[in-house]
């Protein structure tokens, strides 16, 4: 099965990502259209080095590249000029490496733009069947509104591998995958060869982020799943994220970070979320813990992992009920306000900063608190009950 990028509800059809192995391409963040994205962006940028950022001041910026309301402008003084106020999301010089980002929309995207925000120089690993359209739409600008950082730059990616995360080493690809025209044209795509291309590039990374999730039968109720279905799941979504690590750990440097992304219903029911892709998140942030112990005991990484709240992607679409998501968590959320990409852009970016050097091991939730709720107060049989409601949404 294939593993792509995950976003909304951690689902997504796994397989990892793609690259053209030696161009260098540019991509950017997700547009959310929520009013909080303004705001969220400013926080970032107030506590970040970004306005001195020079890997990102390159010709992508052009004059006809307007800035979106949601987007904070561009910042007129640059950080040598002016002292940052507070403690800053410094992440000059570091190296991320982004495993499950092929569009401009979830949750990889955002964590990619508020790590180039930061400062950190931008990898990532895309899925070999989307690359070309994902090359394709870099080349000809369509992302490039939606690459605006907040200091009025456009995202750099230094460079796109293909990859894809359910094959650890070329002996363990199967001859129809091989002669798939959709891998035609593409090479060294496999978790270690991906890991070793990454060394012959850069030599080192100091950030590793799985973003990318498969649940070829997620939409079976649990009872119904096949074993192959499910056994996909969890290579695809949890396998994937331990052979990432044990790849990648060689060449991440002393007191990096690795983050992925998991989903409430590891640890609570969530109906409509089959095919094992709820035992693959628990799995998930099980395997989280280890490998804070052993990562953290063998090279100092720490190792964390966000559960977001769902978003409105195009994965996340593919399920068939994210709207029905969103609309309850807006119901019944502590904050009742629809949760943004770039929101999780930005706690992943505090986790992979000195910031967070005393955090490992970890879920971070990021879903507006509903992990906290124990029941949904929208539901008519609270109805007499004086429950406060936020009185300024919108």
């Not at 569009?103 to 069947?129: C, F, H, Q, R």
């Not at 790849?247 to 989903?263: E, K, W």
Request: glycine share 8%; proline share 5%.
């Amino acid at each position: 099965m294939a593993a792509t990028a995950a976003s909304g509800l951690q689902m997504a059809t796994a397989r990892p990502c793609i690259s053209s192995s030696h161009r260098v391409v540019k991509a950017g963040a997700a547009i959310l259209g929520a009013s909080s994205k303004g705001a969220s962006w400013a926080k970032l940028a107030s506590g970040s080095h970004i306005s001195s950022i020079q890997p990102f001041q390159r010709t992508f910026m052009s004059s006809s590249v307007k800035l979106n309301k949601a987007v904070t402008k561009a910042m007129s003084e640059s950080s040598d000029s002016k002292p940052v106020s507070g403690l800053p999301i410094d992440l000059r010089g570091k190296r991320a490496f982004i495993a499950g980002v092929a569009d401009d929309n979830g949750y990889g995207w955002a964590i990619a733009k508020s790590l180039a925000a930061s400062g950190a120089e931008i990898l990532v690993g895309t899925w070999v069947p989307a690359l070309n359209i994902f090359e394709t739409s870099l080349r000809r600008g369509k992302f490039d509104e939606s690459r605006v950082l907040p200091d009025g730059s456009l995202m750099d990616i230094t460079k796109v591998y293909p990859l894809d995360a359910v094959f650890d080493n070329p002996e363990d690809v199967p001859e129809d995958v091989k002669a798939n025209k959709r891998y035609a044209g593409s090479s060294k795509w496999t978790v270690q060869e991906v890991a070793e291309s990454v060394k012959q590039d850069f030599g080192s990374i100091d950030i590793l982020v799985h973003s990318l999730a498969n649940g070829p039968e997620v939409s079976k109720p649990l009872l119904e799943t096949s074993r192959k279905g499910y056994l996909a799941a969890i290579s695809a979504s949890s396998y994937s994220y331990v052979s990432l690590l044990k790849h990648f750990l060689p060449i991440m440097n002393p007191g990096g970070s690795s983050i992925s992304l998991t989903y409430i219903a590891s640890e609570r029911i969530i109906p409509g979320y089959g095919g094992g892709m709820s035992s693959a998140k628990a799995a998930l942030e099980s395997d989280t813990r280890v490998l804070a112990f052993e990562a953290g005991r063998k090279n100092r990484i720490r190792v964390n992992t966000i559960s977001a709240g769902p978003l409105r992607s195009r994965a996340a679409k593919a399920i068939g009920f994210i709207d029905t998501m969103i609309e309850y968590s807006l119901a019944n959320a502590p904050l009742q306000k629809e949760l943004s990409a770039d929101e999780v852009g930005n706690a992943a970016a505090f986790l992979a900063s000195p910031l967070a050097s005393a955090v490992t091991g970890t879920v971070m939730y990021v879903d507006n608190g509903l992990n906290t709720m124990g029941v949904g107060v929208d539901s008519p049989i609270f109805k007499d009950l004086d429950i406060p409601k936020d009185n300024h949404q919108g």
